[in-house]
């Protein structure tokens, strides 16, 4: 037989803690409303159902968490590479709140290129300076075209999407670069169409 409760407030007999044993479930059915819930930890699996709605403030997530961005944004023209190497887009630093925290760096620009017998773009993100710096990220971007005619000219996005730990609650500066991508590119440019360099910082 299924009985029925019918009280204002539950309270421990001989503590503050209500427990409901193991293989036991509370349920709140249909439209039943709570209107405070305060709990301190919630273990085990919890469940929430249908169209639950919350409201105020939650606290205590310290991972996966944005903490902070900072963007920066350019259509400043760079004028023409022919040289090889690297040559510095933009630049912008920021300071983590925490040594463990991630930064996921986001950058993206468009390029001009001419054609030799190829029009390739090659870009890194460096923490810190070109010359001094890490370059972060496993491998060079590259983007282009191959075996084209000489003297044309394309216009193509670069991007990267790159997780750096600097392990630093120092201010740190990362730098965007592009350059040549191959011995048969004639020259690259950035032209003035904008480029974005987007830092945020994830707790770990």
């Known amino acids: 037989m299924t009985g ?12 503050t803690t209500i427990t409901i044993p193991t293989g036991n479930k509370i349920s709140i ?10 709990a301190t930890t919630m273990r085990g699996t919890t469940t929430f159902a249908d169209s639950a709605v919350f ?18 944004s350019s259509d400043a023209d760079t004028g023409t590479l022919t040289a090889s190497g690297d040559q510095e887009l933009m630049n912008l630093a920021i300071t983590p709140s925490a040594a463990t925290s991630k930064i996921l760096i986001l950058a993206q620009s468009v390029i001009e290129v001419v054609t030799g017998s190829s029009g390739i773009i090659s870009s890194k993100v460096y923490r810190g300076t070109i010359a001094g710096g890490t370059q972060v990220g496993n491998n060079p971007y ?3 075209l191959l075996s084209q005619s000489s003297g044309h000219t394309h216009y193509i996005t670069l991007s990267h999407s790159i997780v750096d730990a600097p392990s630093t609650t120092s201010a740190t500066t990362y730098t965007l670069t592009f350059g040549r991508g191959s011995g048969g590119t004639t020259s690259v440019r950035s032209f003035s169409y904008g480029r974005h360099l987007t830092l945020l910082e994830i707790g770990a």
């Open 29 to 38: 059915i249909d439209s039943a409303t709570i209107g405070t819930l305060n």
């Open 142 to 144: 590259y983007s282009g």
């Open 55 to 72: 409201s105020g403030a939650v606290s205590g997530i310290t991972t996966g968490k944005v903490l902070q961005m900072v963007q920066s």
């Open 4 to 15: 029925i409760i019918k009280t204002d407030q539950l309270q421990g007999a001989q503590s």
